[in-house]
């Protein structure tokens, strides 16, 4: 069975600051992996989807690698800003998509 | 394009009761699914369907029924509600082969009381 973890479950920083959230899992065997923005009390916004054939993703400010053999990847975020504040999820999929329990971020302007 | 359309967004029900999550999208995907959220919890898989008239059961399939007679809609079915079930509800879909990102809805916070 595919687990996710996503390590801290929280973190709090200044603006201006680089985030670096991590996400690890169990089976290398997937075909992608997705990272989400989730708002208090809304749904989730896909920030990057990497395939697994591919080592990293870049979206503006926003930068996510992935090591299959390793089980892990990692979103970078530049600059942070307090608009930045949210939960981010990272899901693996196989067969189905498998979630981490996500990282909630706060950034202190 | 409206995405996935999920309805209602809030509900309270008795335990005991029965109710029909309604989930939408206007994408022609043909995989679709739902999941539920939890505090300190990632989603976890109730139900899936690759395409008309094929469903499936995810992680925590106890308690729900789903069916699906369009490529459009995938309705999630609490048959007796129990309070175990208080939870945000998420549909997703997706198309079928490639590698595709999913696409999900607002959610469906319910508490059974």
């Known amino acids: 069975k595919q687990e996710v973890t996503q390590i801290p479950a929280a973190l709090s920083v200044p603006e201006g600051e680089n985030l670096v959230l991590n996400c690890s899992f169990t089976?290398?065997?997937?075909?992608?992996l997705q990272w989400f923005r989730q708002d208090p009390g809304k749904g989730l916004t896909s920030l990057l989807l990497i395939q697994s054939s591919q080592r990293e993703q870049t979206s503006g400010r926003l930068n996510a690698s992935l090591d299959k053999s390793s089980g892990r990847s990692t979103l970078y975020i530049a600059a942070s800003q307090p608009g930045d504040s949210a939960t981010y999820l990272c899901a693996v999929r196989d067969y189905k998509l498998s979630f981490g329990a996500g990282t909630t971020v706060t950034v202190r302007a | 394009n409206a995405g996935v359309t999920q309805t209602p967004k809030f509900q309270v029900l008795k335990t005991g009761q029965s109710m029909t999550l309604q989930c939408a999208q206007d994408m022609n995907h043909e995989y679709m699914s739902w999941y539920r959220q939890d505090p300190g919890m990632g989603l976890r898989l109730i139900h899936y369907s690759v395409g008309a008239g094929i469903t499936d059961q995810g992680e925590v399939p106890n308690g729900y029924n789903v069916s699906r007679s369009t490529t459009e809609d995938f309705p999630l079915r609490l048959l007796s509600a129990a309070p175990s079930q208080t939870s945000v509800y998420f549909c997703?879909?997706?198309?079928?082969?490639?590698?595709?990102?999913?696409?999900f809805g607002d959610g469906t916070r319910l508490s059974i009381l």
């Open positions: 997703a879909s997706r198309p079928t082969g490639g590698q595709q990102p999913q696409h």
């Open positions: 089976d290398s065997a997937i075909y992608n």
